[in-house]
């Protein structure tokens, strides 16, 4: 899974509301509000380490730190493929949560449940203009034939809820997110 796709799960799991995004030379900023806390997270997202070796050092660290403090973010989260000892240890003391390629990301099923209901409901209003209230509002499926996608992976993630299967209710959180990332391009 490409870190884009995993920052995108995490967002979508932890109920971050995103507000912004910056691209950046070595790959962008995510500004988010948690909408538990109403904290302000600035998930920074390494797609292009400075080092060859491909790990992000401590100095990302340092850097990253540094924007915490003088923009106000009430948290950090370091997203890259591979990070060095220095920069782990770092990490842990200036409290900075570290997402990576060795992360795997281990939800409990109904977390990811809810997002997937959360983002059938974006897909609903942006192809038909509402939520439907009842599965008889809902004309993405007739006689046993789907004709809209979204009630399709809907349908699925209820079916994978109810028998517990995370690793398939996941990948329709990721089709669900492929999809809101495909309306609003």
């Not at 507000?19 to 600035?42: E, F, H, P, Q, Y």
């Not at 209003?125 to 008889?136: F, L, N, Y």
């Not at 089709?175 to 990332?181: A, D, I, Q, V």
Request: hydrophobic share 35%.
């Amino acid at each position: 899974m490409s870190l884009e796709l995993k920052t995108e799960l995490f967002v979508a799991i932890e109920d971050y509301e995103s507000k912004g995004i910056k691209k950046r030379d070595s790959g962008l900023d995510i500004t988010a509000l948690d909408d538990k806390s109403n904290g302000k997270v600035l998930l920074r997202v390494i797609t292009k380490p400075k080092s060859k070796s491909g790990y992000v050092g401590a100095d990302t660290v340092d850097k990253m730190a540094a924007t915490i403090e003088n923009e106000d973010y009430d948290k950090g989260i370091l997203i890259s493929n591979k990070f060095t000892k220095a920069a782990d240890k770092k990490l842990v003391e200036e409290g900075i949560q570290r997402i990576s390629e060795n992360l795997i990301l281990d939800f409990p099923a109904k977390r990811l449940y809810f997002a997937a209901r959360d983002l059938v409901d974006e897909q609903c209003k942006t192809k038909c203009g509402r939520v439907p209230q009842k599965e008889s509002d809902c004309k993405g499926q007739l006689n046993d034939r789907y004709s809209c996608k979204v009630r399709l992976i809907s349908d699925n993630a209820s079916f994978n809820f109810e028998r517990g299967w995370t690793s398939l209710l996941q990948k329709d959180v990721l089709r669900l997110l492929s999809m809101n990332h495909s309306a609003s391009d």
